[in-house]
């Protein structure tokens, strides 16, 4: 039974004072949460002040990127051993916003993902397909494509410990929601994936969210579906009522 695991990607938003408030809206009110796995995922510079708000609450603590190499010259890059350091938990990796805007591609988001294992953090893996590639018909070769390149070399141990999000890139940030049965198609095929590469056994411990303009309204239908095991909320989790509208919605 995989445990639904919601989580909040803040994106480039928020000053520290707002950061702060809404991170203890969030604690607040998810005390009573037994049912999921909450987390969010701050830009760097708030990392220290809502790990402080949220050391003693449910929500655990991520950010959106990260750099592979230990240390060193790479002006401007953060370390996971610096996040570490303020309390992180989860890293998102490969986000579409990440791939298609600053150009990074599976071969440097395959580092980063053994970067923040070995670090003991948990990579939450974005894979997703633009318009064009799926009115071509596309959708599943590039999720293999994105799958494969970015978990290169990744162990049946590791693989465990990853999240994988599902964003269609057309989704997110847009209001157009995949519809239940587009998402879960898409889940259970990259389930599949995961089975062929690793077993079943590890293909079904493995949580994948579906990430794209999830709202508390159609939350509940999609974290309904068979193979989808939670979001990964981006404009909805900016207000602590509405990402806990969301959270409601993985009530079982
Ligand atoms: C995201 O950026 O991960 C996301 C899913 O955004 P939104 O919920 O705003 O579509």
């Known amino acids: 039974m995989r445990r639904p695991f919601i989580a909040g990607n803040w994106k480039m938003n928020l000053n520290r004072a707002e950061a702060v408030t809404l991170a203890e809206g969030v604690a607040k009110a998810v005390e009573n949460v037994d049912y999921a796995d909450v ?59 990440r791939r298609h805007i600053l150009g990074e591609c599976n071969a440097v988001i395959n580092k980063k993902v053994k970067a ?74 990259l389930r599949k994936l995961i089975a062929v590469k690793y077993g079943q056994n590890v293909a079904d411990s493995v949580r994948i969210q579906y990430g794209g303009s999830m709202k ?10 068979p193979n989808i095991d939670g979001g990964l909320i981006g404009g909805a989790a900016l207000k602590a009522d509405s990402f806990m509208g969301i959270i409601t919605g993985a009530k079982k």
């Open 216 to 225: 508390p309204e159609n939350a509940q239908e999609l974290l309904n579906q």
């Open 39 to 97: 987390a969010v995922c701050v830009p760097f510079v708030y990392l220290d002040a809502v790990s402080q708000v949220l050391k003693d609450s449910k929500v655990a603590v991520g950010v959106q990127n990260c750099y592979f190499e230990k240390n060193g010259a790479y002006t401007g890059e953060i370390s996971v051993e610096m996040l570490k350091d303020f309390g992180c938990t989860y890293v998102i990796l490969g986000h579409s916003e």
């Open 116 to 189: 923040v294992l070995a670090a003991g953090m948990i990579p939450i893996l974005c894979v997703g397909e633009m318009l064009a590639e799926r009115e071509a018909g596309e959708t599943d070769d590039i999720i293999a494509e994105q799958f494969y390149g970015s978990l290169a070399g990744i162990s049946p141990e590791d693989m465990k410990k990853i999240v994988i999000a599902y964003e269609p890139v057309w989704a997110i940030g847009t209001g157009k929601v995949a519809t239940p049965a587009q998402a879960e198609e898409t889940h259970a095929n």
